[in-house]
């Protein structure tokens, strides 16, 4: 792989962080767009995950700070009330809106941890709730089976994707292991509560 100049590895962050924040692209897939929007070819090294971090953050606080403290609040909202309805499964919430950086655009993902893998299933089924089963990248970077539904918020344009992840009743062992910042890396409903009280800009 070629190492990035300096000032390349910053015109491609700076493109990746609009395509996060604009176009609500995942981090992985914003990054290849931006080498290829470019012309960076497909051997470059990538910046990584927390490098973006940054430059999203930078993005939101010149383009758009208080449109995405309205979405990130909304979006809170939202996971919370299913974070409430399905307690008996231990959900942890992470990504953008745990940390504080999720804009309109972004989808909800919730870690799921069940005795039986069908149960969360079930509990949709019960309560007649659409959802689309798939799966999604987990915390380790393994695929994980997922439901999909679709919710709304009154103060957001577009309905919100929230993906509730199937884990085992045991695969919360290092979920909640600091991350290279010392950051929690997702948090229970106390901890998002606890967030979303806190003054602005203490909550990320």
């Not at 924040?21 to 070819?41: F, M, S």
């Not at 993906?163 to 290279?180: F, N, T």
Request: hydrophobic fraction near 45%; include cysteine.
């Amino acid at each position: 792989m070629k190492a990035l100049r300096d000032d390349a590895a910053a015109d491609l962050l700076a493109v990746a962080a609009r395509l996060v924040v604009e176009d609500g692209l995942e981090y992985g897939p914003a990054k290849q767009r931006a080498a290829r929007q470019l012309g960076l070819g497909a051997r470059v090294a990538l910046p990584d995950n927390l490098a973006l971090e940054e430059a999203v953050r930078e993005h939101i606080a010149i383009f758009c700070p208080e449109e995405q403290a309205r979405a990130l609040q909304a979006l809170r909202e939202v996971a919370l009330k299913w974070m409430e309805r399905v307690a008996d499964f231990r959900p942890m919430v992470g990504g953008a809106v745990w940390h504080g950086t999720a804009t309109e655009h972004s989808d909800i993902y919730l870690q799921l941890f069940c005795d039986d893998p069908k149960a969360a299933e079930w509990r949709l089924l019960d309560r007649q709730v659409d959802y689309h089963p798939g799966t999604v990248t987990g915390w380790r970077g393994e695929p994980v089976d997922a439901l999909t539904v679709r919710d709304r918020h009154p103060d957001l344009v577009h309905p919100v994707l929230l993906h509730l992840m199937i884990h085992d009743r045991d695969d919360d062992r290092g979920a909640l292991r600091p991350d290279a910042l010392g950051r929690a890396p997702r948090g229970d409903a106390a901890a998002l509560r606890a967030r979303m009280a806190a003054p602005a800009g203490a909550s990320s």
